[in-house]
């Protein structure tokens, strides 16, 4: 299909003051027009006033990819464990070489998919079409397993019935996987594979979910079981598939958004998706960020970009206007070029999901990813 035409003829979307917006005269995204006179849907489910620290996260560095430091055999691996239980944590956390070099992952994944389209060609080791293989199976469970007939709009109780398949299967998942040397891994990468799909007995799902899963990225990472030449595919064949079966689970058993900040968060569910999204549209020709307000863009293109495929699901699932529902995405769409976007939410990761103690309480930490971890970095 041809690649579409930009229209000039299209409004300006309004901008509605975000929890990160500076003052009038800066913003992290773009010049923006006044916030449009409306009241939300809803409330924010955390039931508090937007966060205001707009400036700090302006003014902090865009993150850096990194080098993901390959362990050194033999390696003793161990069961991992939580370890952040305050803001003091955090910030300890946050400064070490282990959240860097995490962190400095998700960049280069990022950069991967620069400028390309899913469908561009992409070097897939046969260690990758395995690990669609795993996800294609996940998915395929969601049929075999059928929602409940209840009462209660969200949290189906089929889904505990999907997890317990996933956690009794786990090992056995693994190991199609993993070479013979790395097979006692096990015990330190299946706890961050079962919880990044969601959490059982809440039946709920949300971005610490989605960082558990870039986390059994960068452990197979580490043990050398994916490399940089897989990265493109990683992110345009496992990630996205990844991305298509949380979006069944949400659909099929209703998971409540895990710590959703409503109609002020970027999504209910999802942030990765964004990121690598705006980085494939990147010095795009036509497609800017307004385009996602083009329907016509979003019917056609929605296959190959991540992001138009974010903005089309969250569409399909809520209803009423999208700057109402969504106005930080929507704030986002004035943003000039798609590099201000992708740096921007870079940004915001690092502030919103692997600096907030109610998301990276739950996280985990072994011997791949080391508390108060050094490792010996280096960038690109």
């Not at 786990?170 to 096990?186: A, D, G, Q, R, V």
């Not at 996205?240 to 968060?265: C, D, F, T």
Request: with cysteine; glycine share 4%.
């Amino acid at each position: 299909m041809e690649e579409p035409q930009e229209h000039n003829d299209e409004e300006p979307p309004q901008s509605y003051t975000t929890p990160f917006d500076p003052p009038p005269t800066q913003s992290p995204w773009s010049e923006i027009s006044p916030p449009p006179t409306y009241r939300p849907l809803r409330a924010p489910a955390i039931n508090l006033p937007p966060n205001t620290n707009s400036q700090a996260i302006i003014l902090a560095p865009v993150p850096r990819s990194q080098k993901v430091l390959p362990i050194s055999l033999p390696h003793t691996f161990q069961s991992p464990s939580k370890r952040i239980h305050s803001p003091d944590d955090i910030r300890q956390f946050i400064n070490s070489d282990s959240a860097t070099n995490f962190l400095g992952f998700i960049v280069s994944l990022s950069e991967s998919i620069r400028s390309h389209k899913l469908s561009d060609s992409y070097h897939e080791s046969t260690t990758l079409k395995k690990i669609v293989s795993i996800i294609e199976t996940l998915i395929q469970w969601t049929e075999e397993i059928p929602p409940a007939q209840q009462s209660s709009r969200y949290g189906n109780i089929s889904y505990r019935t999907w997890h317990d398949r996933l956690v009794e299967n786990s090992e056995s998942l693994m190991l199609l996987i993993l070479p013979e040397h790395l097979k006692s891994s096990i015990v330190e990468i299946v706890p961050y594979f079962t919880d990044s799909f969601g959490n059982s007995s809440r039946i709920d799902y949300g971005t610490g979910h989605e960082t558990n899963f870039a986390a059994w990225l960068y452990c197979l990472a580490r043990m050398g079981i994916v490399e940089e030449a897989d990265y493109q595919a990683l992110v345009s064949r496992v990630f996205v598939n990844y991305i298509e079966l949380m979006r069944k689970l949400q659909s099929v058993y209703n998971l409540e958004p895990a710590g959703s900040h409503g109609v002020w968060g970027l999504d209910d569910y999802h942030f990765l998706p964004f990121i690598f999204g705006s980085s494939q549209l990147i010095d795009h020709k036509y497609m800017k960020p307004k385009s996602i307000h083009n329907e016509d863009i979003l019917v056609n293109f929605s296959s190959e970009y991540m992001y138009l495929s974010g903005i089309v699901f969250i569409k399909k699932v809520k209803k009423g206007l999208f700057a109402e529902h969504s106005p930080l995405l929507d704030d986002i769409s004035g943003v000039p070029t798609w590099n201000k976007v992708n740096s921007g939410l870079l940004k915001m990761y690092r502030a919103e999901v692997l600096e907030k103690v109610p998301i990276m309480q739950h996280f985990l930490f072994g011997s791949l990813i080391q508390w108060y971890g050094f490792l010996f970095l280096f960038h690109d």
